[in-house]
């Protein structure tokens, strides 16, 4: 490897360290303390009367040092592990006179250390580690990308942004190291998560997991990735949708069920979409859209109280308001509101595309009536729809899963919610007649053409399953990315993406 200077330089200080018989990445540690637990054994002892300047409390700190100031005989430093940030206080009287020049001269900014010592009170107030002895536990050849080492004042200090967002999400490990910032947008997606599992659970819905690979993608409108297992001669898919493996689940007699998992779907990458994404979805027996809705709203409430504390969610300048009710919209009337078409008068896919023309409006000629509909919702509704809405009753042809609306045919009891202007989340009244399910696959195999993603392929098993009976049901599915987006107030999904798919460096990126 080509090692720049700093990198030489620090290789050298390893090279001292071992010189001197001293493990650079030794086996075992011997932490008593996090630096939050550090802190409040100090505090406890002092309110109980210990001297604030010689608590007698005895730690064993670790942590990467963040910041080095040197004093002659003496030296500060602040640490950070994951609970928190601890300043260390090194006298020669203390540690020696050799140890502390070693620590002046081959410990850098980044570096992991173990420090043992008393918690004290400087004189200007910091509560602080009183070194007695300290040793390297990683000693960091690199210095963090975003680490641009200055000294100011005779303090030697590190600034944590990224001069370009894509290399902090190239380099995640490092955007994680110097931003707090951004590992609390993970922790809050850790809170997230663990909310809708927790509704989830209390609701008696039961956790499973379905096969990421299958002989057969289904459940959504996306080209799926395809890969080859080799003993068995098969061609497999990295799974769309949880969806079908769900609902076989519902005739196995398993009634609320729900996964929490990752989804694979081969298109665009841009500020909503990654190919690799997580999904939750939830099937309920014996229910239909409108409880879903209520089921909707009122889990994604509970997430809000559980995260934020409140109902009230800022996203991108805006004011969400989790609260329900939320506002509900069929297609027809938000595209007759925002679009100025009044679908009614256009039953056809011929009679809507010159009503589409007429207007200028651009769209696929060779599109069926629902996806003419898709695009007047996506370039029109869609980005009207800010406070939290419910869009309803979607039509049949771009909806092969869900049941039909009484008297309308054409027409399924289908929602998705929008917010901020995106999509959110989708739900049915889950269609289990396994004859219309059945016609509805061979129609749109019949209708679309052979590479156009919402066509759904005819699962033979899928419908087996149906025929044994399955129980009326709702079901839902939601992107955890976007959610986190929402609550997390971040404008692109590879925020919230611990390792977000990226072109690679010499493929230009047309976000």
Same mark, same amino acid.
């Given at each position: 490897?080509?090692?720049?200077?700093? *990198?030489?330089?620090?290789?050298?200080?390893?090279?001292?360290?071992? %010189? @001197?018989?001293? *493990?650079?990445?030794?086996?075992?540690?011997?932490?008593?303390? =996090?630096?939050?637990? %550090?802190?409040?054994?100090?505090?406890?002892?002092?309110?109980?009367?210990?001297?604030? &300047?010689?608590?007698?409390?005895?730690?064993?700190?670790?942590?990467?040092? @963040?910041?080095? +100031? =040197?004093?002659?005989? $003496?030296?500060?430093? &602040?640490?950070?592990?994951?609970?928190?940030?601890?300043?260390?206080?090194?006298?020669?009287?203390?540690?020696?006179?050799? %140890?502390?020049?070693?620590?002046?001269?081959?410990?850098?900014?980044?570096?992991?250390?173990?420090?043992?010592?008393?918690?004290?009170?400087?004189?200007?107030? /910091?509560?602080?580690?009183?070194?007695?002895?300290?040793?390297?536990? %990683?000693?960091?050849?690199?210095?963090?990308?975003?680490?641009?080492?200055?000294?100011?004042?005779?303090?030697?200090?590190?600034?944590?942004?990224?001069?370009?967002? /894509?290399?902090?999400?190239? /380099?995640?490990?490092?955007?994680?190291?110097?931003?707090?910032?951004?590992?609390?947008?993970?922790?809050?997606?850790?809170?997230?998560?663990?909310?809708?599992?927790?509704?989830?659970?209390?609701?008696?819905?039961?956790?499973?997991?379905?096969?990421?690979?299958?002989?057969?993608?289904?459940?959504?409108?996306?080209?799926?990735?395809?890969?080859?297992?080799?003993?068995? &001669?098969?061609?497999?898919?990295?799974?769309?949708?949880?969806?079908?493996?769900?609902?076989?689940?519902?005739?196995?007699?398993?009634?609320?069920?729900?996964?929490?998992?990752?989804?694979?779907?081969?298109?665009?990458?841009?500020?909503? &979409?990654?190919?690799?994404?997580?999904?939750?979805?939830?099937?309920?027996?014996?229910?239909?859209?409108?409880?879903?809705?209520?089921?909707? *709203?009122?889990?994604?409430?509970?997430?809000?109280?559980?995260?934020?504390?409140?109902? $009230?969610?800022?996203?991108?300048?805006?004011?969400?308001?989790?609260?329900?009710?939320?506002? +509900?919209?069929?297609?027809?009337?938000?595209?007759?509101?925002?679009?100025?078409?009044?679908?009614?008068?256009?039953?056809?896919?011929?009679?809507?595309?010159?009503?589409?023309?007429?207007?200028?409006?651009?769209?696929?000629?060779?599109?069926?009536?629902?996806?003419?509909?898709?695009?007047?919702?996506?370039?029109?509704?869609?980005?009207?729809?800010?406070?939290?809405?419910?869009?309803?009753?979607?039509? @049949?042809?771009?909806?092969?899963?869900?049941?039909?609306?009484?008297?309308?045919?054409?027409?399924?009891?289908?929602?998705?919610?929008?917010?901020?202007?995106?999509?959110?989340?989708?739900?049915?009244?889950?269609?289990?007649?396994?004859?219309?399910? *059945?016609?509805?696959?061979?129609?749109?195999?019949?209708?679309?053409?052979?590479?156009?993603?919402?066509?759904?392929?005819?699962?033979?098993?899928?419908?087996?399953?149906? @025929?044994?009976?399955?129980?009326?049901?709702?079901?839902?599915?939601?992107?955890?990315? +976007?959610?986190?987006?929402?609550?997390?107030?971040?404008?692109?999904?590879?925020?919230?993406?611990?390792?977000?798919?990226?072109?690679?460096?010499?493929?230009?990126?047309?976000?």
């Amino acid at each position: 490897m080509d090692y720049n200077e700093i *990198e030489k330089i620090r290789l050298a200080k390893l090279e001292r360290i071992r %010189a @001197r018989g001293e *493990e650079a990445y030794p086996n075992r540690v011997g932490r008593t303390h =996090t630096t939050a637990q %550090a802190i409040e054994d100090y505090k406890a002892a002092t309110a109980k009367g210990a001297d604030e &300047h010689d608590s007698g409390v005895a730690v064993t700190v670790g942590g990467r040092i @963040r910041s080095i +100031r =040197t004093m002659g005989k $003496s030296a500060f430093a &602040h640490i950070e592990d994951g609970a928190g940030r601890l300043q260390l206080y090194l006298r020669s009287d203390d540690v020696g006179v050799e %140890a502390l020049k070693n620590f002046e001269a081959d410990y850098d900014l980044g570096d992991f250390i173990l420090a043992n010592g008393v918690m004290v009170k400087t004189k200007t107030g /910091e509560i602080t580690l009183k070194v007695k002895s300290f040793k390297m536990l %990683a000693k960091g050849i690199s210095p963090l990308p975003a680490a641009k080492e200055e000294i100011v004042d005779g303090v030697k200090k590190v600034y944590s942004a990224f001069d370009n967002p /894509e290399a902090r999400y190239r /380099e995640r490990y490092a955007d994680l190291a110097v931003n707090a910032e951004v590992r609390d947008i993970f922790r809050t997606r850790a809170k997230i998560v663990s909310a809708l599992r927790r509704f989830l659970d209390d609701n008696d819905f039961l956790e499973v997991e379905t096969p990421i690979l299958q002989p057969l993608y289904g459940g959504a409108a996306a080209k799926p990735f395809t890969t080859h297992h080799n003993q068995l &001669h098969q061609d497999l898919y990295l799974r769309i949708s949880f969806e079908l493996y769900l609902k076989r689940l519902l005739v196995g007699g398993i009634e609320r069920v729900y996964e929490i998992g990752r989804d694979f779907r081969n298109e665009g990458v841009s500020f909503k &979409h990654n190919p690799e994404f997580t999904q939750l979805e939830f099937y309920c027996a014996y229910a239909d859209y409108f409880e879903v809705m209520t089921l909707t *709203e009122n889990m994604l409430a509970f997430v809000a109280d559980q995260v934020l504390g409140t109902r $009230s969610v800022t996203y991108q300048g805006q004011t969400l308001n989790f609260n329900p009710p939320w506002q +509900r919209m069929t297609i027809s009337e938000a595209v007759a509101e925002f679009a100025g078409i009044d679908l009614e008068q256009y039953k056809t896919a011929e009679l809507l595309a010159k009503a589409m023309s007429v207007k200028g409006i651009k769209f696929d000629p060779n599109a069926v009536r629902g996806k003419l509909i898709d695009t007047l919702v996506g370039e029109f509704v869609e980005p009207k729809l800010i406070q939290p809405t419910f869009l309803m009753d979607y039509p @049949r042809d771009i909806s092969p899963l869900a049941k039909s609306k009484p008297g309308d045919p054409s027409t399924v009891e289908r929602f998705e919610v929008y917010m901020a202007g995106f999509e959110l989340c989708n739900a049915f009244t889950e269609l289990n007649d396994p004859l219309d399910q *059945e016609s509805r696959f061979l129609e749109m195999g019949r209708d679309y053409e052979s590479d156009d993603e919402d066509k759904h392929p005819l699962d033979e098993d899928y419908l087996q399953a149906m @025929r044994y009976g399955m129980p009326p049901n709702g079901g839902f599915g939601m992107g955890v990315d +976007r959610l986190t987006m929402l609550l997390t107030d971040k404008p692109t999904i590879r925020e919230v993406i611990l390792f977000p798919h990226l072109r690679s460096k010499d493929a230009k990126d047309d976000e």
